[in-house]
Nanobody, 112 residues
Framework: QVQLVESGGGLVQPGGSLRLSCAASGIIFRLTTMHWYRQAPGKERELVAS????????QYADRVKGRFTISRNNAKDTVYLQMNSLEPEDTAVYLCSASNVWGQGTQVTVSS
């Protein structure tokens, strides 16, 4: 049974940084492409970033390029999302996904 557990969300001022983590179990993590999505109130779920199993391929939504970095530690079965220069428009629930399974999400609020 695949389980994904996100952590690291919170309230941050514009221009600040947060690092999200997603711990995975029930999958062969090193072979699995991992994704971060986000969903703001009243908006559709949006793909933010993806990383291949070995970490060699990373993709980002245009709106976060240059500000967000996805990474992974295959020894810890964990994927990360480092978010810098946060903007109010980044406010959303951030969800980890793999193999069509989703975590419960972690709230990120960017506000002064």
């Amino acid at each position: 049974q695949v389980q994904l557990v996100e952590s690291g969300g919170g309230l941050v001022q514009p221009g600040g940084s947060l690092r999200l983590s997603c711990a995975a179990s029930g999958i062969i993590f090193r072979l699995t492409t991992m994704h971060w999505y986000r969903q703001a109130p009243g908006k559709e779920r949006e793909l933010v970033a993806s990383i291949s199993g070995a970490g060699g391929t990373r993709q980002y939504a245009d709106r976060v390029k240059g500000r967000f970095t996805i990474s992974r530690n295959n020894a810890k079965d964990t994927v990360y999302l480092q978010m810098n220069s946060l903007e109010p428009e980044d406010t959303a629930v951030y969800l980890c996904s793999a193999s069509n399974v989703w975590g419960q999400g972690t709230q990120v609020t960017v506000s002064s």
